[in-house]
């Protein structure tokens, strides 16, 4: 199975929840693959935010990533895309080709179903909430896709 996260700039949530639901899927033996991008391409080929990438240091959770923006071909080549927030949903939405469209749900859907705001602007807190916003999640996703 394969699994796209996707925020606004793909360098602060998104990776976040990239690295966190490959590590927990390693975890549990589940064979996935993971990635991550953005609905917007202004970060094109940076490194996660320091900010992220001090969080999943901070919890032993590897990743290699560089942003990257949406593309036609990820409806077709994944299996579950998931939003960080609202405004991520529908604009991949907004791209998404009919067929595809159930593949799309915000990443919190089964948690509460809120969104995991954007930290970007905010300070170093706001990366450790979306630390555990992001693996309540990506646990209960996953406790979906072992029960099917
Ligand atoms: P992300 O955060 O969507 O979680 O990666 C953002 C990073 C950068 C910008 C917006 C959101 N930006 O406007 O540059």
């Known amino acids: 199975m394969n699994v796209l996260m996707v925020c606004l700039g793909?360098?602060?949530?998104?990776?976040?929840?990239?690295?966190?639901?490959?590590?927990?899927?390693?975890?549990?033996?589940?064979?996935?693959?993971?990635?991550?991008?953005?609905?917007?391409?202004?970060?094109?080929?940076?490194?996660?935010?320091?900010?992220?990438?001090?969080?999943?240091?901070?919890?032993?959770?590897?990743?290699?990533?560089?942003?990257?923006?949406?593309q036609e071909k990820d409806f077709q080549e994944f299996d579950l895309i998931l939003t960080m927030d609202r405004a991520n949903l529908s604009d991949a939405l907004a791209r998404c080709p009919a067929p595809h469209r159930d593949k799309v749900h915000l990443l919190r859907s089964h948690t509460g179903g809120g969104e995991v705001p954007d930290p970007y602007y905010g300070g170093p807190d706001g990366f450790e909430r979306v630390f555990e916003q992001v693996s309540q999640a990506v646990d209960a996703w996953l406790d979906r896709i072992q029960a099917s």
């Open 10 to 70: 793909n360098i602060c949530r998104s990776p976040m929840a990239h690295g966190v639901m490959a590590d927990r899927a390693r975890a549990r033996g589940l064979d996935i693959t993971v990635d991550s991008c953005g609905t917007g391409a202004w970060h094109a080929g940076e490194l996660p935010d320091p900010r992220t990438r001090a969080v999943l240091a901070r919890h032993g959770i590897p990743l290699d990533h560089r942003a990257r923006a949406l």
